[in-house]
């Protein structure tokens, strides 16, 4: 069977056949590869989100060939989705991304999928993830790559930057605040929950747009 030549429907019907198996087997893996390579987007986006915590080779080298997809969106998931990775060669490919991709979402998420990687491979001490970042900085203008990039100096011991993130609720674009606020959610831990719990009550007093004010609900559920 030609899977390529199946309708829109019959490849999400073969995708959600996959999903009710729970663990991806080799034989999902194989079908997986096949359609990655499918005509319809919304096909592909679907699988990147279904490869986001299986960690195999087979699964990494087919995210690896979604990240040259022409579909923005296609490739911001395939980027979400290498988030876990520990391969050095696959966080230089994002680092190159995230300096030459035409899309500022797909840099964005390039930055912080880079920067989870090198979290994970616990490089703190020796990454040259921090002037990469600071570099960044340097030339872009772009809020949400700016806010992704204030995360990861954060995460990597500057405190500093805490004040930058807390300033992103501020940012014009609802969107972008609401990134900040998912960042000041996930940065908070024992020693600054306290602080970032005040912010983002006194954010939510402000806040006129549904859609920040739930994410910040949530955050502050997430924290008690």
């Known amino acids: 069977m030609d899977m390529l030549h199946l309708s829109e429907e019959q490849q999400n019907r073969l ?4 999903e009710e198996h729970g663990d991806l087997t080799e034989a999902d893996r194989k079908i997986l590869k096949v359609l990655s390579k499918s005509e319809f987007s919304d096909i592909k986006i679907g699988i990147a989100q279904m490869l986001v915590n299986d960690e195999t080779p087979e699964s990494t080298a087919v995210l690896l060939s979604m990240i040259e997809d022409e579909d923005d969106l296609v490739r911001v998931n395939a980027i979400d989705s290498l988030c876990g990775c520990q391969d050095t060669n696959v966080m230089k490919r994002l680092m190159d991304i995230a300096q030459k991709d035409t899309n500022h979402l797909v840099r964005e998420y390039a930055i912080l999928s880079t920067v989870d990687i090198a979290k994970n491979r616990k490089e703190c ?5 921090v002037p990469f970042l600071q570099q960044i900085l340097k030339r872009e203008s772009d809020s949400g790559i700016r806010l992704a990039c204030y995360r990861g100096l954060y995460l990597f011991g500057d405190k500093r930057y805490l004040s930058q993130l807390e300033q992103g609720l501020l940012e014009e674009d609802y969107q972008n605040r609401c990134a900040a606020v998912h960042i000041l959610s996930e940065i908070a831990d024992g020693k600054n929950v306290e602080q970032i719990r005040n912010i983002l009550v006194n954010t939510r007093k402000k806040e006129k747009i549904y859609a920040v004010t739930d994410a910040i609900d949530r955050a ?5």
């Open 15 to 18: 995708l959600d056949e996959i």
């Open 220 to 224: 502050l559920s997430e924290m008690q």
């Open 125 to 129: 001490g020796n990454t040259d993830i």
